[in-house]
């Protein structure tokens, strides 16, 4: 994956999709690990639950019934979810805006001022160091929700980004009146 392209002051609002970037198709693999070990301690409890009917004299469902339709569940979860979710990932640094779409059932846009960014944070769990990945973390001025996550970057694509929005806070720092 390319970095960003420099920021375009005449891009479009909303951008198109076109315009907008993915996130590193390995992300699927990290999401379906997430998926696989989440779902399998769910599973293993609903293992224990149809052990425990074992002897129970009139179970409301057949021994094994809960375990394979919670197993097929869990699996085509687990497919498919992140699949989704992946598609569902876009965004892209503007000029004066980091613009973010995401959510499979729910569509989520989030414009993020770049003049209303605190800190920022690049982060990576075990699994995306494995894999090559990592997150930028913005945090901005508020104190609900004031934290966007971009998941699934190249390492390096990570700290590109994380240094351009760093940049433009450099460059462009509040008035002195604004406090």
Known sequence: MDAS????ATAPFPPSKDALRTLDPSVRAVW???????????????????LTRWYAPDPALPL??????????LGLGAWLWPYWQYRAWRFVLRPNELYLMHGVITHVRTVVPLRRIQ???????????????GRLVVHTAGSRSSDVTIPGLP????????????????DDPLPDNSL
């Open 32 to 50: 379906r690990s997430m998926w696989g070990l989440w779902g399998g301690a769910l599973w293993l409890a609903v293992i224990f639950y149809d």
């Open 64 to 73: 094994g019934v809960p375990t394979v339709a919670v197993g097929v569940l």
């Open 155 to 170: 390492l390096d694509d990570a700290e590109r980004l994380r240094d351009q929005v760093r940049q433009f806070i450099l």
């Open 119 to 133: 800190h920022l944070d690049v982060s990576q769990n075990i699994l995306e160091r494995e894999f090559g990945l």
């Open 5 to 8: 392209p420099p920021p375009d």
